[in-house]
């Protein structure tokens, strides 16, 4: 055993700080490759058509190129699938139902379908149609605008309000059913004091990573190397080998640094095996780096959503219906489906609840995972719904809420594994000053400028999924720890260190972490904030291990001061195994291992979430509160300051947790005033497809945010206690704005981006 944690839980300096400062860290792209060439995607120009021919032969001659990839003359991928013009391919099976361990990989998973030169349809504007290979990345982009296209287009399907509606039995939502029904919804809201329905809309919206998505391939013989920009390094090895039909060990993939996802790379799309495709027919290395536009259809995005809410409560506020309805957009190559329901059916304490999911096809880009995918749609419209129900109530926002608090999970009627909910609201509301607030809209003002405070619950889900690790402790006492996870911005190379330092007893710096290959033990993708509780748990349970196997290692030797002694009187402390009893009798891990002749003692553990999974509900919690200042006349709106509090279970390190709740409000801010995807409604093109015309947050936008954490111990969802903080720190801002504008302006706005011009109407 260790005697005390003395890593885990202190704001530890991130320890691969300095290679990023000084460029040292090196991203897929930047990986030294000898002889590489650059690869550049031909996109479609049209949303829906069948190619009839491509002219590339002017570009076969441009300088510098040395393969020009077409429907036309690309080989033929053993298993890549092949979906009709415009049929998409069957759904997944069903996932487990169980609340611990339904991350997006262990929901069923996503079964991308990429668009590989296989066949000549074209079903989104900026498909990839083409791949140019040449010397360098100038002659390829150059190359690209040299090929010439002749389509037989047919008229996309583009408008939301008029697409059909995909057929029930081929709505299947990731982790769910289509329909969730409890208790008698009718009844319910006949037996409603009050009620309150309208209908909350979310755009189309698009990750901007500060790194795009890139790939180098390397082929050796029948063996392919992929360094990869990746949330996700199994899904991809996967997914390319079945594309090319090799065994999986043929395929290895590398990212030791990713520069920013948020649900983007979570799984592969077509630029990987385009790239391995074009590196195995030019016999080079091939680098291939998506353009900033290309970010835009080709690897997903924020579906847009339509919701109707319908709120029922008696006089005192207690909820006596709920009805929340979600028709989300995706591709004609799959069905996804945007989980805006699933915060709607645990959040609160009522009898009676209806959630339904719809899904229309368009022919745009197949949406995928964006930061609390559903969860930070989802929250918008039923944390704006109950304040507008508040509202009616003549209630405080915060006592409706406390009024319909879930103590147990209304959708299973399982305990929680911890929640600090109420916490979070008195921690908030205290830092935030909230008992200042008037609840008249328009009555607070700070000179000119309009003042508005709102305030939203947030939740995710704490999901663990299976993982392995493995601890070795090398000749010179220090310890070398391997899992095959992902630093996407995180900072999982620290917290990692920091676990397995305490479970090791020695410092951090004793502590070498590696990740990001496939030839390490397999760890889930980091996606759905399931990476500390997952891979954390691998390494506290390989590092734990490793310590029991030194332990009797030390305990029958008979050259160390702890022979003969018994293994549970024996504790791991500042780099020592001694007596618990007697601190002089021990020694250290460097001691030890010196009489081991050179070799390493080495353990390999794997973990997945036990029968606790099933016996608990399992969510992380939190309260956002927002200030707003609105100009009265332009009908500008500003955010200088939000107060969040959250139980996301033990905090690994409190720096690193706090950059995610920050980031997530950041990426909130962005949600309610700014993030929208335009279409062009007769082309299907991505309008506003660079960083000058899709707008995000910058320093200048964003006020003081102030985050809490509530203490919390949660014994069952893993063992270290940690929850994630990736994804919920989003959940509840982009309501907490909206609720605040209205504060504010007296104005509703229902439809997001909350825009000037929805002020002033």
């Not at 904030?529 to 390989?542: I, N, Y």
């Not at 195994?577 to 007697?582: E, I, P, Q, T, V």
């Not at 809490?708 to 940690?722: K, M, T």
């Not at 959940?731 to 609720?739: C, F, K, L, M």
Request: proline share 7%.
């Amino acid at each position: 055993m260790t005697t005390r944690d003395d890593a885990v839980g202190r704001p530890l300096e991130r320890v691969d700080g300095r290679l990023k400062v000084t460029g040292a860290a090196r991203y897929a792209a930047e990986m030294p490759v000898a002889g590489v060439a650059h690869a550049v995607l031909i996109t479609s120009t049209v949303a829906r058509a069948r190619i009839q021919a491509m002219d590339t032969s002017a570009a076969e001659r441009a300088p510098g190129v040395l393969k020009v990839l077409t429907p036309f003359n690309a080989p033929r991928l053993p298993g890549a699938p092949r979906p009709g013009p415009q049929e998409p391919p069957a759904p997944p099976a069903p996932a487990p139902t169980g609340t611990g361990a339904q991350g997006p990989a262990a929901r069923g998973a996503v079964m991308r379908v990429p668009t590989l030169l296989q066949d000549e349809h074209v079903r989104y504007n900026g498909q990839p149609i083409g791949v140019v290979v040449a010397e360098t990345f100038e002659q390829a982009l150059a190359a690209t605008h040299l090929v010439t296209v002749r389509y037989a287009a047919e008229r996309p399907v583009l408008d939301m309000a008029s697409a059909p509606k995909n057929p029930p039995e081929k709505v299947h939502p990731l982790g769910g059913e289509r329909a969730t029904h409890r208790g008698d919804v009718a009844r319910g809201l006949a037996d409603a004091v009050v009620h309150v329905e309208h209908t909350y809309t979310t755009p189309l919206e698009n990750h901007n990573p500060m790194e795009p998505h890139n790939t180098v391939a390397v082929w050796e013989g029948d063996a392919l190397t992929l360094y990869d920009s990746t949330q996700g390094i199994t899904s991809v090895r996967n997914t390319v080998a079945q594309h090319f039909g090799v065994p999986r060990e043929k395929v290895r993939v590398v990212s030791h640094f990713t520069g920013g996802g948020f649900g983007s790379k979570g799984g592969p799309w077509s630029h990987q095996s385009l790239a391995a495709m074009a590196a195995r027919e030019t016999g080079r290395p091939v680098k291939l780096v998506l353009t900033r536009r290309q970010m835009f259809g080709p690897v997903g995005g924020r579906p847009r959503t339509v919701q109707r809410v319908t709120l029922g409560a008696d006089r005192s506020g207690a909820l006596t219906a709920i009805r929340h309805t979600s028709t989300s957009n995706t591709s004609t190559l799959e069905d996804w489906i945007e989980p805006a329901l699933n915060q709607t059916k645990i959040l609160y304490a009522c009898p009676n609840l209806e959630a339904v999911y719809d899904v229309v096809r368009l022919n745009v880009g197949s949406p995928t995972f964006q930061r609390a995918p559903g969860e930070s749609t989802g929250t918008f419209a039923l944390e704006s719904a109950m304040d507008e129900l508040a509202i009616a109530l003549e209630m405080d926002p915060i006592e409706l809420r406390l009024r319909n608090h879930a103590d147990t999970d209304p959708e299973t009627g399982h305990p929680w594994s911890s929640k600090s909910l109420r916490e979070c609201y008195r921690a908030a509301a205290e830092r935030f000053g909230w008992s200042k607030r008037t609840a008249a809209p328009r009555s607070m003002r700070d000179g000119r400028a309009l003042v508005g405070w709102g305030m939203a619950t947030a939740t995710y889900p704490a999901r663990r999924n299976p993982a392995s690790c493995t601890a070795r402790m090398l000749p010179d006492g220090r310890a070398w720890v391997r899992a095959g996870t992902q630093e996407i911005g995180c900072g999982t190379y620290t917290s990692m260190t920091q676990v397995a330092a305490d479970a090791l007893g020695i410092a951090p710096d004793r502590v070498r972490f590696e990740l990001g290959e496939t030839d390490m033990p397999e760890n889930p993708a980091s996606t759905g904030s399931v990476t500390m509780a997952s891979t954390g748990t691998a390494v506290h349970d390989a590092a734990s291990a490793l310590r029991r196997r030194l332990v009797q290692l030390a305990v029958t030797d008979p050259a160390s001061p702890l022979s003969g002694a018994a293994e549970g009187d024996v504790v791991a402390r500042d780099g020592r195994l001694s007596l618990a009893s007697d601190a002089s009798r021990g020694e250290s891990y460097e001691a030890l291992m010196a009489r081991q002749s050179g070799r390493v003692v080495e353990v390999t553990t794997s973990t997945r979430a036990g029968p606790e999974a099933q016996q608990y509900a399992m969510h992380s919690f939190g309260a956002v509160f927002a200030e707003v200042h609105v100009d009265e006349d332009l009908g500008t709106i500003r955010v200088p300051r939000v107060v969040t509090a959250h139980g996301v279970g033990r905090i690994v390190n409190p720096q690193t947790a706090r950059s995610q709740i920050v980031g997530g409000v950041v990426w909130g801010v962005g949600m309610a005033l700014l993030e929208e995807t335009l279409v062009d409604p007769r082309t299907g093109r991505y309008l506003n497809a660079d960083l000058a015309e899709y707008h995000v947050p910058v320093n200048a936008d964003i006020g003081t945010i102030d985050t809490i954490f509530v203490d919390e111990n949660d014994p069952h969802v893993s063992a270290i206690g940690a929850k994630g903080a990736g994804e919920i720190g989003i959940t509840g801002v982009a309501a907490a704005i909206a609720n605040a504008v209205h504060h504010a302006t007296g104005v509703r706005v229902r439809d997001l981006p909350i825009t000037l011009d929805k002020i002033r109407r």
